[in-house]
């Protein structure tokens, strides 16, 4: 059993930055990969970006390459969501979750690969 908790969200203007951290509880988050996801109102769950369990591994949805970058500390059993040049459309509720699966982390982009969910943080950019 893994708890997430999201945290870091908040109001930006366009062209801002945002770090988020999710915070797992449990002694084997380094067991699980781990992803961000993002949902605007009215809209499905979309995939950001996932990492590896060791760190050394991850990928990104197309329209955040360059602009976002996703970290974890083992030791902390923590995974960090950095968003650099926000833009208006990166408004959403982010969530992190942690995943089981053994595929390769560019192939760990669907919702129903991940196993824990966190409760989300409020994402907004104004412009």
């Known amino acids: 059993q893994v708890q997430l908790v999201e945290s870091g969200g908040g109001l930006v203007q366009a062209g801002g930055s945002l770090r988020l951290s999710c915070a797992a509880s449990?002694?084997?988050?380094?067991?699980?990969?781990m992803g961000w996801f993002r949902q605007a109102p009215g809209k499905e769950r979309r995939f950001v970006a996932a990492?590896?369990?060791?760190?050394?591994?991850?990928y990104y949805e197309d329209s955040v390459k360059g602009r976002f970058t996703i970290s974890r500390d083992n030791a902390k059993n923590t995974v960090y969501l950095q968003m650099n040049s926000l833009k208006p459309e990166d408004t959403a509720v982010y969530y992190c979750?942690?995943?089981?699966?053994?595929?390769?982390?560019?192939?760990?982009?669907?919702?129903?690969?991940?196993?824990?969910w966190g409760q989300g943080t409020q994402v907004t950019v104004s412009s």
């Open positions: 979750a942690a995943s089981a699966s053994l595929v390769v982390v560019a192939r760990l982009y669907r919702p129903t690969q991940y196993d824990y």
């Open positions: 990492i590896g369990r060791s760190g050394s591994s991850t």
């Open positions: 449990g002694r084997t988050f380094s067991s699980y990969a």
